[in-house]
């Protein structure tokens, strides 16, 4: 077989796997495919951070100052994590938003220790609906009042 018979049975192949996919993105229904659309708040700024709970040592949820949450997976256990009453998140590549995991690292002080320690961020995935839910703080407006009262059993 010479080279201009290969190429072009090479180009046949190429153009038949081009057209195999586009067919299953037809056969969805949808443009595009199984595309999802862009989530805006995929990313979040820690200097807007308003708060965080750490559920173990090795998972953080960080709230923004937004109403919406974050949670940040560690590479391994970050012993102390969930018993540090401040955290830091120091960007790795000098940029102010954080959005993929490897963008940032969790710095913190164990209590136990004394020890100032580093964690390194392994996923990162915006929460939504209840999930996100029970661990958004509600902002008081403006214009309330706290009109409730709290009882006590001595």
Do not use: W
Not at 15 to 34: H, M, R
Not at 98 to 119: H, Q, S, W
Request: hydrophobic fraction near 35%; include cysteine.
């Amino acid at each position: 077989m010479n080279r201009q018979a290969f190429a072009a049975i090479l180009g046949m192949a190429a153009l038949a796997i081009v057209l195999v996919g586009c067919a299953g993105d037809a056969t969805s229904g949808k443009p595009g495919g199984d595309a999802k659309p862009a989530d805006r708040y995929r990313c979040f700024n820690p200097t807007f951070m308003r708060g965080f709970q750490t559920p173990n040592d090795n998972t953080l949820i960080v709230e923004s100052d937004d109403n919406q949450a974050y949670e940040l997976t560690m590479a391994g256990p970050c012993f102390g994590l969930d018993e540090s009453f401040a955290i830091g998140i120091r960007s790795r590549g000098g940029m102010s938003e954080v959005c993929d995991p490897f963008d940032a690292d969790i710095v913190f002080r164990d209590n136990t220790m004394g020890e100032r320690r580093e964690c390194h961020v392994m996923t990162m995935r915006h929460l939504t609906g209840d999930e996100a839910a029970k661990y958004i703080t509600p902002r008081k407006s403006a214009g309330s009042s706290s009109s409730s009262s709290s009882s006590s059993a001595h």
